[in-house]
């Protein structure tokens, strides 16, 4: 993938975390579909760093940079969040993802190896669709079955292209 594939792909993704989050009604922040499962509210809150955290992890690897207090930072950052900024937070995530693979050519992202939460190394292009790119998918995801579940009336338009579905016609 090109650099500018990876952006289109976290962009979309942040639309429809964005349309989710419009579903997402002020008594359910608390909810959670089990015990020891994060509440509605944590999980926004993680993906509010989830996708650039990786990246800008990758980043200071390539670049020799230790930042020992990086993700309590972010961490930190996220919980005092207003909860209601989660958009804002998205788009906010997406421009230091963009800032960050400004440092990079395409050819970077198939040339430069860095090392995956795994241990194992990879192209860092690879890593990225690894971690970044299939941690916002997989938590949009989450986010749509903790939504659905109390609002069974959404759907895979919803889910997959961050719309409502037309209405049907008879």
């Known amino acids: 993938?090109?650099?500018q594939q990876i952006l289109d792909a976290i962009k979309e993704e942040n639309k429809i975390l964005t349309h989710l989050f419009s579903k997402i009604k002020s008594d359910q922040m608390q909810f959670s579909p089990g015990e020891k499962m994060r509440t509605l509210e944590e999980?926004?809150?993680y993906i509010s760093y989830a996708?650039?955290?990786?990246?800008h992890w990758y980043h200071n690897q390539i670049q020799g940079v230790e930042d020992k207090n990086?993700?309590?930072?972010?961490v930190d950052k996220a919980a005092a969040m207003d909860i209601n900024a989660f958009p804002d937070a998205l788009d906010e995530q997406y421009k230091e993802i963009e800032?960050?693979?400004?440092?990079y050519s395409d050819d970077d992202l198939t040339t430069v190896k860095v090392?995956?939460?795994?241990?194992?190394k990879s192209?860092?292009?690879v890593a990225i669709v690894n971690s970044s790119l299939k941690y916002l998918t997989a938590y949009r995801m989450q986010l749509f079955l903790y939504l659905k579940l109390g609002q069974p009336e959404l759907n895979t338009y919803n889910c997959w292209m961050g719309i409502d579905p037309p209405p049907k016609t008879s």
């Open 1 to 3: 993938m090109t650099k």
């Open 43 to 45: 999980l926004l809150r």
């Open 51 to 55: 996708g650039s955290s990786t990246i």
């Open 70 to 74: 990086f993700f309590k930072n972010v």
């Open 99 to 103: 800032t960050l693979l400004a440092n």
């Open 115 to 120: 090392k995956q939460f795994s241990g194992q």
């Open 123 to 125: 192209q860092f292009g």
